[in-house]
């Protein structure tokens, strides 16, 4: 079900029976098809909209470029968190998704855009869950994101994202009034069984999303 480049975005649509949809955001040298399986696994029933980065770093589709590992190129970030915010806003209209239901689910660099959609585009989600994150850019002044809900799961022993590094998003982000959990496991960069089960069970007890048939 690979959608054409029309929305902006190459993806991949997978339509599900309710009314919640996961925004799917690969990590670095990553592709559309690659968060599939685990946006079924959080949520069987979800609609999954899943685009592939347009920035090509040795051949490495990502979200926005970077000048070195850990050192983001603002400029390209900020333009390329609006562009794909846009893309989100043209595809919620032409698939008919509720944007009081859209949640991203990123994961390295997908973690990292979605963290600048929430800081510069906040309308664009209901939430996130954010997998492996760093702090992607500090806005002044920071938006407003009173309840908006948040996971953010790191890694005890992640050689790219620093533990402090973590707790700063994480602070940012409640400082912008954002429902933060953050949550530092046992494990590197890579994701685990135990990260997926963090973030299943903490997006069983978010809004519950309802049938299609019953609105
Ligand atoms: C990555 O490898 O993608 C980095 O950890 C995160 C980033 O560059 O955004």
Known sequence: MNQPEELGFVHKYVPGRSTRTLLLLHGTGGNENDLIPLGRELDPEAN????????????????FRRLAEGIFDEEDLIRRTHELADFVQQASAAYSLNRQHLFATGYSNGANIAGSLLLLRPQTLAGAILLRPMVPIVP???????????????????PIVPADE?????????????????TLENAGH??????VEIARRW?????????RSSL
Do not use: C, H, I, W
Request: hydrophobic share 40%; proline share 9%; aromatic share 4%.
């Open 166 to 182: 973590a707790d700063q998003l994480v602070y940012l982000l409640r400082k912008a009034g954002a429902e933060v959990s953050g």
């Open 203 to 211: 997006l069983e007890n978010r809004t519950p999303a309802l049938n």
């Open 140 to 158: 002044e002044p920071l938006p407003d994101l009173s309840g908006v809900p948040v996971l953010a799961v790191s890694g005890r022993y992640d």
């Open 190 to 195: 890579g994701l685990t069984e135990a990260t």
């Open 48 to 63: 999954l909209l899943s685009p592939r980065g347009k920035v090509l770093e040795n051949g490495m589709p990502r979200f």
